[in-house]
C-alpha cells in the first residue's frame, strides 16, 4: 500500500509539471512561437512545447526516488533538444555513423553518443555489479532508442510509453516508482499530442524513454535486465521495420 502510495505521489507530480510546463512555454514561447512551430507528417502546425515539458517534469519526478535516473532523464531530453534544433532528418545509426566517418559530425551523432552514456551513468548508479551496470545501461539508453522509433504519428511514443510502463508501474519498489514518473509525464501529452496541437519530438522522446528504460533497470535483476537488453538491441538493429510498423498501428 505505502509503495502504491508513492507511486501515485510521483505519478501525479510528474503529470502536473509536465502540464505546467508546457501551458507556461505556451504562453511565453522563448524566443518566439516560430523557434516553438513544426511541421508535422500531415503538413499541420505543431508545437515542440510537450518535448521539454514532459523531458523536465519526468525528471523532477524521477530524481525524487533516484537523483541519477532524472539526470539521466534530463541529460537525454537536452541531447534530443539539440537534435531538434539542429533539424538534423536523417535516422538511423548507419546514417549518422556513416557521416561521422566522413568527418561530419551530425546532431544525431551527438544525440546517440550523448544518450548512451546518460544511459551508461544511469546503470552505474542504480546497480553494483559490473555486468548488471552494463546491462542496465543498454537496456536505459535502448529504450530511449526504442521510444524514438515510435515516433512517427501522433500518439505513438506517449502510447507505447503508457502501454510498456504500466504493468512496472503496478510493482513495488523503485522501479514501479520510477514507471509512475514515466507513464505520468506520457499522459499529460498525451492528449494533446493526439490531437496534433503539439508533438514530443527527440527532446520528449527520449527523456520519456530514458525514464521508461530507468524502471526497467531498477526493477529487474540479471536475467530480465539481459532479456531486456537483448530486445532493445534487436529494435534498433531492425529500426525501420519498428518505425514501419508504429506508422501502421492505428491507420
Same mark, same amino acid.
Given at each position: ?41 500531415? $503538413? ?78 544511469? $546503470? ?59 507513464? $505520468? ?67
Amino acid at each position: 500500500m505505502i509503495s502504491a502510495t508513492r507511486s501515485s505521489r510521483v505519478f501525479l507530480l510528474a503529470a502536473g509539471l509536465t502540464r505546467a510546463g508546457q501551458a507556461l512555454l505556451r504562453a511565453r514561447a522563448p524566443g518566439g512561437r516560430e523557434r516553438w512551430e513544426r511541421t508535422n507528417h500531415a $503538413g499541420r502546425t505543431v508545437g515542440l512545447y510537450a518535448g521539454p515539458a514532459a523531458a523536465l517534469g519526468a525528471s523532477l519526478a524521477v530524481a525524487r526516488v533516484r537523483p541519477g535516473a532524472g539526470l539521466a532523464v534530463l541529460a537525454a531530453g537536452v541531447c534530443g533538444a539539440y537534435d531538434d534544433v539542429a533539424g538534423d532528418h536523417r535516422r538511423g545509426f548507419r546514417a549518422h555513423l556513416g557521416a561521422l566517418r566522413d568527418g561530419e559530425v551530425t546532431s544525431g551523432a551527438v544525440k546517440l553518443f550523448g544518450i548512451s552514456a546518460a544511459g551508461l551513468a544511469a $546503470g552505474v548508479l542504480l546497480k553494483e555489479h559490473p555486468l548488471d551496470r552494463l546491462l542496465a545501461g543498454v537496456a536505459v539508453a535502448g529504450t530511449a532508442h526504442l521510444v524514438n522509433l515510435v515516433d512517427v504519428r501522433p500518439g505513438r511514443a506517449a502510447g507505447a510509453v503508457l502501454l510498456l510502463g504500466a504493468p512496472a508501474a503496478v510493482r513495488a519498489g523503485a522501479g514501479g516508482q520510477l514507471a509512475a514518473g514515466a507513464l $505520468g509525464a506520457a499522459a499529460a501529452v498525451l492528449p494533446e499530442d493526439l490531437a496534433e496541437r503539439t508533438m514530443l519530438g527527440d527532446t520528449g522522446a527520449h527523456a520519456l524513454g530514458v525514464a521508461l528504460g530507468a524502471a526497467v533497470a531498477a526493477g529487474n535483476r540479471r536475467a530480465g535486465l539481459l532479456a531486456h537488453a537483448v530486445a532493445v538491441v534487436a529494435a534498433a538493429r531492425y529500426g525501420d521495420r519498428v518505425s514501419t510498423w508504429a506508422r501502421a498501428v492505428g491507420g
